[in-house]
């Protein structure tokens, strides 16, 4: 009888030690699922609140067209003018090439790339062009590296346009806020 109560006691003292250990642990995997639940979350919002659209290379044109500057030619200026009648350098006059087709200046001596090419510069086709001429129209031979900033080929573009007798019309973008005030 004796042996029988030790042997009971330690199998209680046992499984309620194991039963305790159990417990604990899933107690803890608990916690540590509504933390992991908490960082996803966060993440995931602040990688929502970073995706805000930028400007449009047409919203550029359109804000830079308010107000040309001269000064964006200056890296251009090497290579063309753009005055009516003005001669060709190393590049073609570009008085009136919004617009006009590509390598359509009378007097001047294209690549066969740019020759040959066809259409006409539109905004699209000279923000393309400016970004990389040589990606933009391989075999041309406009050595230039090209503007890596959108703004700055906005800039040129605007300008450029205003160097003609009728201006090619500006492409249609939503109005910007400050245009109410004048
Ligand atoms: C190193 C000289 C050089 C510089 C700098 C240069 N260009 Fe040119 N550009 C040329 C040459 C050469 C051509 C003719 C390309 C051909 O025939 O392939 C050309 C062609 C062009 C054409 C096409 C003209 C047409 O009649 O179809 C445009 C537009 C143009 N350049 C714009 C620019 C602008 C804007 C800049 C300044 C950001 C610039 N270029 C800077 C040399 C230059």
Known sequence: MEWNKIIAAILVGLLLFMGVTLMSESLFEGEEEVLLGAGEEAASETEEVMVAAGPTFNDLLVQAAANPSAGSFNKCKACHTTDQGGGHRLGPNLFEVVGSTLGSKEGYSYSSA???????????ALNAFLESPVSAL???KMTFAGIRKVEERAAIIAYLRTQSSSPLELPEVAAPAEEAGG
């Open 114 to 124: 740019m020759a040959s090419k066809g259409g006409a510069w539109s905004y699209e």
């Open 138 to 140: 391989p075999g041309t």
